[in-house]
T-cell receptor
């Protein structure tokens, strides 16, 4: 049973527009959420994270929103650039309960079209 | 900048061979992890370690074994490779302590068993 779900396997966005990637989770014990970006033949690189005590975290062009009641988070990229084309993974962990391994979603492939 | 290395990057090997995938990090991180990822799928945790002489199995059952004799080194061994072991193997590490949850990934090893 998937605890972290990314229901859109792919997304295409025009350069300069907003990209919105979504993630849902089922485990109410998750208290920390991360987004990773992965290029082909490379390992994932950390993008941005958010603690469950917040509902928004911003870092440059990247903003993550967390809706705990809906068990939903989203990553906004504004403006989108061709170099943002990659697979984006949502991950979660229940750090507060002492369980630190991350649980990953299946990823969403973002294509930014020039 | 994360410094975590994996060798080999690509490996094609015949069924029944013993293989060891190497992972080293120079950041002094206590925690290290091995994930397995198939195309279009989530990263599955197969092994993790919270320090020297500490190893645990992850969520995904794996026929591989690991060892952690030195902080910086976390090799993964398959005693007898099978075609079902064909996958990408990703190594990661993270710091211990409160507020340090990001995992840093190596470039991965793409394993093909013929």
């Amino acid at each position: 049973d998937q605890q972290v779900k990314q229901n859109s396997p792919s997304l295409s966005v025009q350069e300069g527009r907003i990209s919105i990637l979504n993630c849902d989770y089922t485990n109410s014990m998750f208290d920390y959420f991360l987004w990773y970006k992965k290029y082909p033949a490379e390992g994932p690189t950390f993008l941005i994270s958010i603690s469950s005590i917040k509902d928004k975290n911003e870092d440059g062009r990247f903003t993550v929103f967390l809706n705990k009641s809906a068990k939903h988070l989203s990553l906004h990229i504004v403006p989108s650039q061709p170099g943002d084309s990659a697979v984006y993974f949502c991950a979660a962990s229940a750090f507060g309960s002492g369980n630190t391994p991350l649980v990953f979603g299946k990823g969403t492939r973002l294509s930014v079209i020039a | 900048e994360a410094d975590i290395y994996q060798t080999p990057r690509y490996l094609v090997i015949g069924t029944g061979k013993k293989i060891t995938l190497e992972c080293s990090q120079t950041m002094g991180h206590d925690k290290m992890y091995w994930y397995q990822q198939d195309p279009g799928m989530e990263l599955h945790l197969i092994h993790y370690s919270y320090g020297v002489n500490s190893t645990e199995k992850g969520d995904l059952s794996s026929e591989s074994t690991v060892s952690r004799i030195r902080t910086e080194h976390f090799p993964l061994t398959l005693e007898s490779a099978r075609p079902s072991h064909t996958s990408q193997y990703l190594c990661a590490s993270s710091e211990s302590g409160i507020g340090t949850y990001e995992q840093y990934f190596g470039p991965g090893t793409r394993l093909t068993v013929t």
